[in-house]
């Protein structure tokens, strides 16, 4: 009888020099798809606060600066800062190692919050209003008509299902506690963000008043508004100011205060706020 036949060869071991997690995969088949003839990448508002993200940035930029693509990046955050988090941060070292080594680190910073100059009465974003208290005359002096209880609806993005006061033809309405409140996600921000180019969100209370998975979801909310431009309107019995400082010590939430300064603010003739409280 004949030998058997010899087994195919295996795949060849690592080298010492290259980690495993160095291996091409199907992520960087992916990232090498988005690459492909880009000869600039623009990663605007860089922050890392979660360790998923920092894994891909760490394969993102390696393949980008071994295409040669060009990388341009803004950023709140040294590249040293990024994922704070002193439990995680060494996640997201090669990544930052890779920023160091192939970009300059420019810091532009001065006094001024230019978002406090002007700018509001625009369009998008910028066209909104901090509503307070949020009465029917404020509402209907910007054009708003507050739902009634038969419009209460639900959204859907993918499998899910969200409850909101009301959802019109371009205007979306819901309470802080339907959009902040409940297991809401990123994914369904921007899908709506597209879907509706005016949000309502009532009875906004102080951040800290709330949980810290709530806090974050409406940072998350105010930034990607900001990002799509698209209009939003808070009611809220505190003042913008109010609110402003008395947001909790979350990731990006300076940015957050930042931000809301370009919503017009309308007190309704209320006095201020008493001091902020948690």
Partial sequence: PEPPAPEPPGPEPLSPEVRPEDRPSAVDDAID???????????????????????????LL????????????????????????PLW???AEPGIALLRTHLDVVELAGPTDYRTLGGRGRAGFAAGAWLRPGTTAQLDARGLRRPGADEATAVRTGSRTFPVTAARADELWVTFDDLAGRPTSTLEYLDWS??????????????????REAQQRFVAVVDVLVDADV?????????LGTFRTALPDRPDAFRTASRLQLLTEDAGGVPADDVPHA
Wanted: hydrophobic share 45%.
């Fill in 62 to 85: 390696r393949r980008a600066f071994a295409a040669g693509v060009v990388v341009l990046a803004t950023s709140n955050y040294e590249p040293g800062t990024l994922l704070p988090n």
């Fill in 33 to 59: 798809d988005l690459l492909r003839g880009t000869t600039l990448l623009l990663l605007d508002e860089l922050h890392l606060h979660d360790t998923g993200d920092a894994t891909l940035l760490t394969r």
């Fill in 194 to 211: 597209v879907r509706f180019r005016r949000w309502v969100v009532t009875d906004v209370p102080l951040l800290t008043a709330v949980d």
């Fill in 231 to 239: 209009e939003l309107v808070v009611t809220s019995p505190h003042a």
């Fill in 89 to 91: 941060h060494h996640v």
